[in-house]
């Protein structure tokens, strides 16, 4: 008796065991890695921004490229149609990137309205494609006063909705305008390491997953099922 024989309401034809081999393809992407950073408040001194802007920085250093959406002009979800151009330029670019970083202030005990409004305009599906399934994610924050995870909690939910391989490390910078220059650097702090092990840790991520994801990672019984299906479906309508 086989295993799968224990297991009648399994499709063994649909079934499959992990494959080292697709885990770890011989080719491998070569291409600088590629981020999208998104912040979560438009004042003149954000914050987030800033330390968004730093964590790009470590990130083009460790030899990824990097990208920043300006949320200033989104308009509220439903509120325009999905051919908005800060609509278009937001999903182009979540498309192209490999790995995002999400940077919020925490306000009223969450995360701001501006950064659930970008999270909400990028789609769990564009056609055929999932624009954020199987990349990676980081999660940092700002804080006006004593140090606080309730937005970087919030954005892990999120990140998991989303199908994003949310990593373990996280930033969150307290009193953040004492953590800045007046030049919008950060200062030298345990803050400042810690968005550097975040980085470096997104970027590892990034690399030990972006050529498995779409052939492996993100490959799910239940949508093999689904697909088999609708193909069987579309027989059957051919056949008529």
């Given at each position: 008796?086989?295993?799968?024989?224990?297991?009648?309401?399994?499709?063994?034809?649909?079934?499959?065991?992990?494959?080292?081999?697709?885990?770890?393809?011989?080719?491998?992407?070569?291409?600088?890695?590629?981020?999208?950073?998104?912040?979560?408040?438009?004042?003149?001194?954000?914050?987030?921004?800033?330390?968004?802007?730093e964590a790009a920085r470590v990130l083009r250093a460790l030899g990824g490229e990097t990208r920043m959406f300006n949320p200033s002009?989104?308009?509220?979800?439903?509120?325009?149609?999905e051919d908005h151009p800060k609509v278009q330029e937001l999903r182009e670019?979540?498309?192209?990137?490999?790995?995002?970083?999400?940077?919020?202030?925490?306000?009223?005990?969450?995360?701001?309205?501006?950064?659930?409004?970008?999270?909400?305009?990028?789609?769990?599906?564009?056609?055929?494609?999932?624009?954020?399934?199987?990349?990676?994610?980081?999660?940092?924050?700002?804080?006006?006063?004593?140090?606080?995870?309730?937005?970087?909690?919030?954005?892990?939910?999120?990140?998991?909705?989303?199908?994003?391989?949310?990593?373990?490390?996280?930033?969150?910078?307290?009193?953040?305008?004492?953590?800045?220059?007046?030049?919008?650097?950060?200062?030298?702090?345990?803050?400042?390491?810690?968005?550097?092990?975040?980085?470096?840790?997104?970027?590892?991520?990034?690399?030990?997953?972006?050529?498995?994801?779409?052939?492996?990672?993100?490959?799910?019984?239940?949508?093999?099922?689904?697909?088999?299906?609708?193909?069987?479906?579309?027989?059957?309508?051919?056949?008529?």
């Amino acid at each position: 008796m086989s295993e799968l024989d224990d297991l009648p309401n399994l499709d063994a034809a649909l079934f499959r065991q992990a494959e080292p081999g697709a885990l770890f393809p011989a080719q491998r992407a070569a291409h600088a890695p590629r981020f999208l950073l998104l912040y979560g408040s438009l004042r003149e001194r954000s914050y987030s921004r800033l330390v968004a802007e730093e964590a790009a920085r470590v990130l083009r250093a460790l030899g990824g490229e990097t990208r920043m959406f300006n949320p200033s002009g989104l308009p509220l979800v439903d509120d325009a149609g999905e051919d908005h151009p800060k609509v278009q330029e937001l999903r182009e670019l979540v498309q192209w990137a490999e790995g995002m970083v999400w940077s919020s202030p925490e306000r009223h005990g969450a995360m701001t309205g501006v950064m659930k409004t970008q999270i909400d305009w990028i789609p769990l599906s564009l056609g055929a494609l999932r624009p954020t399934q199987g990349k990676t994610l980081a999660v940092m924050q700002v804080c006006g006063g004593s140090q606080s995870f309730n937005a970087v909690n919030q954005m892990r939910v999120l990140g998991r909705w989303m199908r994003m391989l949310t990593i373990p490390n996280q930033s969150s910078v307290a009193k953040a305008y004492q953590e800045f220059d007046e030049a919008g650097r950060m200062k030298p702090s345990p803050y400042y390491d810690r968005v550097v092990d975040v980085m470096e840790e997104l970027m590892k991520f990034t690399l030990l997953t972006r050529d498995a994801a779409a052939a492996c990672l993100v490959d799910r019984y239940s949508e093999r099922k689904e697909s088999a299906a609708a193909l069987a479906r579309r027989m059957r309508q051919e056949a008529l």
